[in-house]
């Protein structure tokens, strides 16, 4: 048995309903009813990086970093497919430069969506403490 199992499906058009666990995740290739799955792909990699800049941030002796916000982007080449991810890492805790990047380094190791993306399509990160 395999440790993900997920069930997707299409009734019509470019929309699909995927089944994973409980979960119903809905995407949309033309963005009508759901995002498309670029969008939802870097969406998940924000999602998968947050919890991993937590650790790091704690692995770091940093246990409290307060309130953390993502503001992702990516591009696109002219085939539609994704050319670059950046991630603007908002952090409430006052945190030095040495500290930020050390914690957005580590993340980087923990974050299994970063290790399941080609090298050339990891997230360019910025870290801002004490921006809240």
Excluded: W
């Excluded at 499906?9 to 470019?14: A, D, F, L, M, N």
């Excluded at 939802?40 to 692995?59: D, E, H, I």
Aim: hydrophobic share 35%.
């Amino acid at each position: 048995m395999s440790d993900i199992e997920t069930s997707t499906v299409s009734e019509e058009g470019y929309a699909c309903t995927s089944q994973v666990g409980e979960f119903d995740l809905q995407i949309d290739a033309t963005d009508e009813t759901g995002p498309n799955p670029n969008a939802a792909l870097v969406a998940t990699y924000a999602s998968c990086y947050l919890p991993a800049f937590r650790v790091g941030g704690s692995q770091r002796g940093e246990e409290d970093l307060g309130k953390v916000q993502i503001d992702a982007s990516a591009d696109l080449d002219e085939d539609d497919d994704l050319a670059s991810i950046a991630f603007d890492v908002h952090v409430e805790a006052d945190l030095d430069d040495e500290t930020a990047s050390e914690i957005a380094e580590r993340a980087e190791g923990i974050c299994h969506v970063h290790s399941a993306l080609r090298e050339g399509l990891h997230a360019e990160i910025s870290v801002y403490p004490g921006a809240f």
